[in-house]
């Protein structure tokens, strides 16, 4: 099964508006920002989910070498990079645990899950978004875009992810 991004937020086509639209950025909405990003067997992160929690406004990821912090941000753009690129799989990108490597390991699951949250308190949202998820323990509405993959050995050069 190839690695796909899977929205959950809309089926519908979305289009961006004309250069010289006189949109009228006052009357927005609230902002939406990332709320969580849950990571599993991507990287340095293992099988069992590392959730990274962010608050609205600016963010920083600190710790020791090592830590996750660009797995953490590779993760991030490897669901929304505009360079196609940088948006492909690869094998590096599977976690691979003690005694374990690309030779030794015949499938593997791996999720990058992240969820949205929007800074308003009123219950209308952008259009863009059909498929919003209601959080009942904060009455918010929420967006998850979620990436799911599997890699599988291949007898070929290039294994299946």
Same mark, same amino acid.
């Given at each position: 099964?190839?690695?796909?991004?899977?929205?959950?937020?809309?089926?519908?086509?979305?289009?961006?508006?004309?250069?010289?639209?006189?949109?009228?950025?006052?009357?927005?909405?609230?902002?939406?920002?990332?709320?969580?990003?849950? &990571?599993?067997?991507?990287?340095?992160?293992?099988?069992?989910?590392?959730? &990274?929690?962010?608050?609205?406004?600016?963010?920083?990821?600190? #710790?020791?070498? #090592?830590?996750?912090?660009?797995?953490?941000?590779?993760?991030?753009?490897?669901?929304?990079?505009?360079?196609?690129?940088?948006?492909?799989?690869?094998?590096?990108?599977?976690?691979?645990?003690?005694?374990?490597?690309?030779?030794?390991?015949?499938?593997?699951?791996? /999720?990058?899950? /992240?969820?949205? #949250?929007?800074?308003?308190?009123?219950?209308? /949202?952008?259009?863009?978004?059909?498929?919003?998820?209601?959080?009942?323990?904060?009455?918010?509405?929420?967006?998850?875009?979620?990436?799911?993959?599997?890699?599988?050995?291949?007898?070929?050069?290039?294994?299946?992810?």
């Amino acid at each position: 099964m190839p690695a796909k991004n899977r929205f959950a937020s809309s089926n519908t086509p979305f289009t961006f508006p004309a250069k010289n639209s006189n949109i009228d950025f006052s009357k927005q909405r609230g902002a939406m920002y990332i709320e969580s990003i849950a &990571i599993r067997n991507f990287r340095c992160f293992g099988n069992t989910p590392v959730s &990274i929690l962010l608050k609205p406004g600016t963010n920083a990821f600190v #710790g020791t070498n #090592g830590a996750g912090k660009t797995a953490a941000l590779e993760a991030l753009k490897r669901l929304f990079s505009s360079n196609s690129t940088d948006r492909q799989i690869r094998r590096s990108d599977v976690h691979f645990g003690p005694g374990e490597d690309a030779l030794t390991l015949d499938r593997r699951e791996f /999720v990058i899950d /992240v969820l949205f #949250g929007f800074e308003t308190a009123e219950t209308e /949202v952008s259009p863009v978004f059909n498929d919003l998820f209601f959080n009942a323990a904060d009455h918010s509405m929420k967006v998850r875009i979620m990436l799911e993959g599997v890699y599988e050995k291949s007898e070929s050069i290039e294994d299946n992810i």
